[in-house]
C-alpha cells in the first residue's frame, strides 16, 4: 500500500477497539470531544464577528491566527470522534499537520507582539491618565471661563448649526440677553431684522471656507439688542478644529462711539476747508499733519511740501521757540491752551496772526493731544 493511500485509507483498527467497546469509556471520550469541538468552533466564529465589529482593533491578524488555530483544533475532536468507529488515522493526521503549522505561526506572532502588548497601558493606568486630563481640562476650563468673564470684547461661540454655545458677559451686558436666554438659540437673534434671512447664507460660504478673519470686511456691519435697538459693530471670525461643538467663535466689538467721533471729525475737516482761514495741525513734536486749502492760499505751500515738517519752520526764529515752548507746555498740563500768540510771518504774506484752540475730535481720533494753530489775515 503506497504512502498517499495509506494517508486517505479506513482499513486501520477503529479506535473503539482500544475501549474494548466499553460504553461508559467510549461514550465519555466521544461526548467530550464533541463538545470540545463545538466550543472550538464557536470560539474563531466570535472572534471574528467581535472584529467586523471593531475595525479600529490593532493586531488584528492575530486574532485571525487564534481563530484558525482554535477551529482546526476543533477538526482534530471530531476525527478523534470519528477514528472511534473508522480507522482514518491518515486523515486525522492530515489535519493536526495543519494544526501543527497554524499553531506554530500563532506562537511567533504572540512572542513578537509580546513587547508591544506590555506597553499597552493598563486599566489602572488608563484611569490615572484620564483622572489628570480630566483635572487639567477643569483647570483649563476654569482659566478660559476666568478669562472670558475678564476680557470687554463680547465673545459668542456658534457650532455648525448656527446655534450659540458659548457667551461671556460682555456679551450679555452688550446684547441686553442674560446667558440662558442666548445658550441654544440662532446667532441670527442678534442680526438686525432687515438682513435676517441673508445671515444663513453668509454663514453657510464661511462654513465652506473657514478662516479666521474680520466680518464683512469693506461693510458697516449691525447688531440688534434684545430691546430692538441697532448699533454699528466690528467682528472678527476665529475657526475652532478642535472642539466637537464649537465651530466658530465671534469676537463683537461696540464701535458706536468710533463711528460718532469718525463722523464729528468728517464735519469738522469740511467745516475747516470750506473756511479762508489758514488751519493746520500738528502732533506734540510740532510736525505738521494736516494742511488745509486755507493754509496753502495763504503760506503759498502745497500738502506735498507742508505735511511732515516742523511748524516752527513757517515761523520767525524767535516765534518758532515760542511755538516749540507752547508745545512743550501743552505736553506736560495735557491741555490745550487758548489764546493768542504774537505773529507769524511768510515770504509771500508778511505777518500773520497766531491763535491755539481745542480741536477734541482730533485729539480723540489721532493722537491724545493735539495742537489746532490757525492763520488769520491781519
Not at 43 to 55: C, T, W, Y
Not at 136 to 163: C, F, H, M, N, W
Not at 316 to 326: L, N, P
Amino acid at each position: 500500500m503506497s504512502l498517499i493511500e495509506n494517508l486517505f485509507s479506513d482499513q486501520f483498527m477503529p479506535h473503539g477497539y482500544c475501549y474494548m467497546w466499553a460504553p461508559e469509556v467510549l461514550w465519555t471520550h466521544v461526548l467530550s470531544d464533541a463538545l470540545i469541538a463545538i466550543s472550538y468552533f464557536s470560539i474563531p466564529l466570535s472572534l471574528v464577528a467581535f472584529l467586523k465589529k471593531r475595525d479600529d482593533i490593532k493586531f488584528s491578524n492575530v486574532f485571525y491566527l487564534f481563530s484558525a488555530f482554535i477551529f482546526l483544533c476543533g477538526v482534530t475532536h471530531i476525527f478523534s470522534i470519528i477514528t472511534v468507529w473508522h480507522g482514518t488515522y491518515g486523515l486525522s493526521g492530515i489535519a493536526k499537520i495543519a494544526t501543527a503549522i497554524v499553531s506554530f505561526f500563532t506562537a511567533v506572532a504572540v512572542w513578537r507582539l509580546i513587547p508591544v502588548a506590555v506597553a499597552i497601558p493598563s486599566q489602572k493606568q488608563l484611569e490615572r491618565q484620564v483622572a489628570e486630563r480630566t483635572r487639567e481640562l477643569e483647570q483649563k476650563t476654569a482659566r478660559l471661563e476666568l478669562v472670558l468673564g475678564k476680557i470687554s470684547p463680547a465673545v459668542i461661540g456658534v457650532d455648525g448649526y448656527g446655534r450659540i454655545k458659548l457667551v461671556n458677559p460682555a456679551a450679555t451686558g452688550l446684547f441686553g440677553y442674560s446667558e440662558a436666554e442666548l445658550i441654544g438659540q440662532p446667532v441670527e437673534i442678534l442680526v438686525p431684522a432687515n438682513v435676517r434671512e441673508r445671515h444663513p447664507s453668509h454663514r453657510a460660504v464661511f462654513y465652506s471656507d473657514m478662516k479666521s478673519r474680520p466680518m464683512g470686511q469693506g461693510r458697516e456691519l449691525y447688531a440688534e439688542r434684545k430691546d430692538g435697538s441697532h448699533f454699528p459693530v466690528e467682528i472678527g471670525l476665529t475657526a475652532v478644529e478642535d472642539d466637537p461643538e464649537l465651530v466658530v467663535i465671534a469676537t463683537i466689538v461696540d464701535v458706536s462711539e468710533r463711528v460718532k467721533v469718525a463722523s464729528e471729525r468728517r464735519r469738522l475737516i469740511a467745516t475747516i476747508e470750506a473756511v479762508d482761514d489758514g488751519i493746520f495741525s500738528v502732533d506734540m513734536m510740532g510736525t505738521i499733519e494736516t494742511w488745509t486749502p486755507g493754509a496753502e492760499t495763504i503760506f503759498g505751500m502745497g500738502q506735498e511740501k507742508a505735511i511732515g515738517w516742523p511748524a516752527p519752520s513757517c515761523c520767525r526764529a524767535r516765534m518758532a521757540r515760542r511755538v516749540a515752548s507752547r508745545l512743550s507746555w501743552i505736553a506736560w498740563r495735557k491741555v490745550i491752551p487758548c489764546g493768542i500768540m504774537s505773529c507769524a510771518t511768510n515770504t509771500r504774506t508778511g505777518m500773520r496772526q497766531i491763535s491755539a484752540c481745542p480741536s477734541p475730535p482730533f485729539a480723540t481720533c489721532v493722537v491724545w493731544l493735539r495742537a489746532r494753530l490757525s492763520w488769520r489775515r491781519t
